[in-house]
């Protein structure tokens, strides 16, 4: 079973900057691709970044590249989420995700990914 634990949301301005954690319990971690996803109030939730096991591949929904970074420490099984240049449509919980290693079509679904931590909130204000 894997657990993974966000940490480091919290409210900010408009224009600043959040850096989000994600601690997975398991060693096996570095064999993990992660992503990043959120949900705002009332809304599905969306894929904002991806990165694969070794670090060496990183994808970004449109909505956020340029602005967030997606990174990982695979010695302190922790993923990152860096967010700078925020704005209030950022406003959502965010979540990270262990993608499945099999029947995989797109890193940007849902449903491929099978453990999710249970999210931290991010609000930025105008």
């Known amino acids: 079973q894997v657990q993974l634990v966000e940490s480091g949301g919290g409210l900010v301005q408009a224009g600043g900057s959040l850096r989000l954690s994600c601690a997975a319990s398991e060693r096996t971690f570095s064999s993990y691709n992660m992503g990043w996803f959120r949900q705002a109030p009332g809304k599905e939730r969306d894929f904002v970044a991806y990165?694969?096991?070794?670090?060496?591949?990183?994808y970004y929904a449109d909505s956020v590249k340029g602005r967030f970074t997606i990174s990982r420490d695979n010695a302190k099984n922790t993923v990152y989420l860096q967010m700078n240049s925020l704005k209030p449509d950022d406003t959502a919980v965010y979540y990270c995700a262990k993608r499945r290693s099999y029947r995989l079509v797109s890193y940007q679904r849902r449903d491929e990914y099978d453990y999710w931590g249970q999210g931290t909130q991010v609000t930025v204000s105008s």
């Open positions: 990165i694969t096991y070794s670090g060496t591949s990183t």
